[in-house]
């Protein structure tokens, strides 16, 4: 009975079937004809492949311990103090024999370690006599010869003072980042080393030749990962040739050495620190880069 019902359907198709059938028919069409009347050229349905460089954000890491925040300065004095009120009494006479120069010389960096942790008003001012003064020129003699007493370095290095920023050695407590002056599109930008990858070479390793070619192979550097820290994508409106630029950044350390430029249209180049690169680059390139950069 079904077998029947299914022949007849099929041998006379009912009027909802052909309605269904002469609307499709109908979109079709319309959509065939909207489709030749709309669609773009076959040519500008190719998008031109991106042009992708790679980059190289080279760090010089601090030589210098971070300077401590006047809080951490605070708190690190308050700590001080604590230990030396709560600290167990030094039994200094069983360590130095009574009347011994050594004795006399605890005596007097007790009361300074004293003074300077409690005030001169908890300790009262060191009673001194000539016999004292003369233990404390032997003291000091005796620290001569033990090499104490030696002036520390000043944290402040001299190519601070004179601003060089070719320098590697200033701003020791800071991280530093290479830039190079270049000529692009007959302006002068700064930007990190850059340049293009060859056919069949990998990202990290036309970083590190791209960076030996502008900036000489007189550095002694290391690409931390073959990952980019980063990308940067500039629209194909905004480059000249109309094809889109993408930049691949890498992240490297240099341990020895410096910066010989050897191509022509690198005119400059400057260590700089975060704050200071903001002030060289452009807004759209720093918006690109700023969270790539550590803050010291």
Not at 189 to 209: M, N, S, T
Not at 230 to 244: F, H, I
Not at 273 to 288: L, M, Q, R
Request: with cysteine.
């Amino acid at each position: 009975m079904f077998s029947r019902n299914l022949l007849t359907s099929c041998r006379a198709p009912s009027k909802d079937v052909s309605c269904l059938r002469r609307a499709l028919a109908t979109e079709a069409s319309l959509g065939s004809s909207t489709t030749a009347s709309t669609a773009p050229p076959a040519s500008s349905k190719r998008s031109t492949r991106p042009k992708i460089t790679t980059a190289i954000i080279l760090n010089r890491s601090p030589t210098l311990t971070r300077t401590p925040t006047p809080f951490e300065r605070a708190y690190y004095a308050y700590q001080a103090r604590i230990r030396r009120a709560l600290h167990n009494p030094f039994p200094y006479e069983f360590y130095f024999k009574q009347g011994s120069l050594l004795e006399t010389r605890f005596n007097i960096e007790e009361a300074e370690r004293e003074q300077l942790a409690f005030g001169k008003d908890f300790t009262g001012e060191v009673v001194t006599n000539e016999k004292e003064e003369a233990n404390k020129r032997a003291v000091a003699q005796l620290s001569q010869q033990e090499g104490e007493g030696e002036v520390i370095m000043s944290r402040t290095h001299e190519a601070d003072i004179k601003k060089d920023t070719k320098s590697l050695d200033r701003k020791g407590a800071r991280n530093l980042y290479l830039l190079l002056r270049v000529d692009q599109d007959g302006k002068q930008v700064w930007r990190f080393p850059q340049g293009g990858v060859e056919k069949g070479e990998l990202l990290h390793q036309a970083a590190q030749r791209d960076l030996f070619a502008e900036c000489g192979p007189h550095m002694d550097t290391w690409v931390v990962s073959r990952n980019p820290v980063g990308v940067s994508k500039s629209p194909a409106e905004a480059t000249k040739d109309g094809q889109e630029d993408v930049t691949f950044f890498y992240k490297a350390h240099i341990m020895a050495g410096q910066v010989r430029p050897t191509q022509a249209s690198v005119s400059d180049f400057a260590w700089l620190t975060k704050e200071e690169i903001e002030s060289h680059v452009s807004k759209d390139y720093w918006e690109s880069i700023k969270d790539m950069l550590s803050e010291h």
